[in-house]
């Protein structure tokens, strides 16, 4: 990822994700940079495989993670807020980020959209911040809050219908992590795995002829438990198309 770029379109974004009191967290001392992009928002191409998605979701606050925080795909999709400790040009406030891509470099757990940089900046320090490339964070796990959402699952644009699936879960709110995904097989009446073929998505070469019901293990604030989703995605599936389910993760 470059890290030039024009930082005076960043400036103003609406914030979708709510820190919640019971989940607060320590922060963690650590270093933060942005990458460059022409319009200030994220990337579609991000490792998480979110596409368009991942470049606008959370009005583009989003970030490529540390490889320890991207836990091989588990850690797209969780949220963060992410702040600056150089008082002469960051505010207190910070920024709320969804995880969307991989990224590290210097010692950075955070590779920001230009967006998210600059919301760490006093009102009229952005230029500056910028000018440091690379910065001092704290950082703390946050649960994502998608409002007016509820969990969607998108057909990923590579499937192709009807002997290859793969999809990819969106709107994933709460202080969660998905570990895994299984597909309902009706002939034989029983889960099949799902492979993490990357980041978030999960894919397989037996989906079933009927509607698609899934179900996906979650780890968040009650322990690791599965939620299941019957029938969440019609038989006449379409590649690129997103669908909209009943679930929303706490």
């Not at 460059?36 to 596409?51: E, I, K, N, Q």
């Not at 949220?79 to 470099?105: A, F, H, M, S, W």
């Not at 990357?198 to 690791?224: E, H, I, K, M, N």
């Amino acid at each position: 990822m470059g890290f030039s770029l024009k930082f005076h379109c960043c400036l103003m974004s609406v914030m979708v994700l709510l820190p919640t009191l019971c989940y607060a967290q320590d922060y963690v001392k650590s270093r933060a940079t942005y990458y460059g992009s022409p319009d200030c928002l994220g990337t579609p191409r991000g490792a998480c495989g979110y596409g368009e998605f991942g470049r606008t979701v959370n009005d583009a606050n989003v970030a490529g993670a540390s490889y320890r925080l991207y836990k091989n795909g588990t850690g797209c999709g969780t949220c963060y807020k992410v702040r600056c400790t150089n008082p002469q040009l960051c505010t207190d406030n910070g920024v709320n980020i969804v995880v969307t891509d991989y990224g590290e470099g210097d010692n950075t757990d955070f590779i920001l959209s230009p967006r998210a940089y600059s919301r760490m900046a006093q009102s009229d320090k952005a230029a500056e911040l910028f000018a440091y490339g690379v910065v001092e964070v704290e950082y703390q796990r946050i649960p994502c809050r998608y409002s007016g959402y509820k969990m969607q699952f998108k057909v990923h644009e590579h499937s192709k219908y009807p002997n290859y699936l793969a999809i990819v879960i969106l709107y994933q709110a709460g202080q969660t992590e998905i570990l895994a995904a299984d597909i309902w097989q009706a002939d034989c009446k029983e889960w099949i795995g799902m492979r993490r073929a990357y980041g978030a998505v999960f894919d397989t070469t037996y989906p079933p002829s009927g509607a698609v019901t899934l179900r996906f293990q979650v780890q968040g604030s009650a322990g690791v438990y599965w939620v299941q989703a019957s029938n969440v995605i019609p038989s006449d599936w379409k590649a690129g198309v997103a669908y909209e389910s009943d679930i929303e993760l706490e």
